[in-house]
């Protein structure tokens, strides 16, 4: 293994174990259950919403290490930002992850979301490391519905 997939892979634990912004948020403008049924994945995302602005933004629940250091570094990437911007995110992050953009492509705009970018090549995780920004889409649009990726 490379040293930078090594890297990688030491973010991803470290983010697993000791997730950030990780509890349940007061008072939030919208939260949303997500559901990742092939892995048993499962997480609640809180956002604190003001004027198109994400001004927080936290998220409680259980899964593997890909789902939670996902939703650890989404937390991390998208707090302070424009929810236009956090969709501008998300549309890079899905072509990398799940339509298989070269993440070279989105080095800058990804910052240390590239490290997750290596699911790409096992499907199987894929739905794992998409579950925290599909819920967060899911709340920031109102969507009714809980999330599942199946
Ligand atoms: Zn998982």
Request: hydrophobic letters at 40%; charged letters at 25%; aromatic letters at 6%.
């Given at each position: 293994m490379s040293a930078i997939n090594e890297l990688y892979k030491q973010l991803i634990i470290d983010h697993g174990r000791k997730?950030?912004?990780?509890g349940k948020l007061e008072k939030p403008t919208c939260c949303k259950d997500g559901f990742n049924p092939l892995c048993g994945d499962q997480l609640t995302v809180y956002v604190k919403e003001h004027d198109g602005i994400i001004d927080d933004l936290m998220f409680e629940g259980e899964g593997c290490a890909i789902s939670t250091a996902s939703a650890s570094l989404m937390t991390q990437a998208l707090k302070g930002k424009t929810v236009d911007e956090a969709n501008v995110l998300f549309k890079a992050f899905h072509s990398v992850?799940?339509?298989?953009?070269?993440a070279a492509k989105y080095k800058e705009q990804l910052g240390k979301l590239i490290?997750?970018?290596?699911?790409?090549?096992f499907p199987a995780r894929v739905k794992c490391a998409t579950l925290a920004w599909h819920t967060l889409d899911a709340a920031l649009k109102g969507n009714q519905q809980p999330v599942s990726t199946e």
């Amino acid at each position: 293994m490379s040293a930078i997939n090594e890297l990688y892979k030491q973010l991803i634990i470290d983010h697993g174990r000791k997730p950030r912004n990780f509890g349940k948020l007061e008072k939030p403008t919208c939260c949303k259950d997500g559901f990742n049924p092939l892995c048993g994945d499962q997480l609640t995302v809180y956002v604190k919403e003001h004027d198109g602005i994400i001004d927080d933004l936290m998220f409680e629940g259980e899964g593997c290490a890909i789902s939670t250091a996902s939703a650890s570094l989404m937390t991390q990437a998208l707090k302070g930002k424009t929810v236009d911007e956090a969709n501008v995110l998300f549309k890079a992050f899905h072509s990398v992850v799940v339509e298989g953009a070269p993440a070279a492509k989105y080095k800058e705009q990804l910052g240390k979301l590239i490290v997750l970018t290596g699911v790409a090549e096992f499907p199987a995780r894929v739905k794992c490391a998409t579950l925290a920004w599909h819920t967060l889409d899911a709340a920031l649009k109102g969507n009714q519905q809980p999330v599942s990726t199946e």
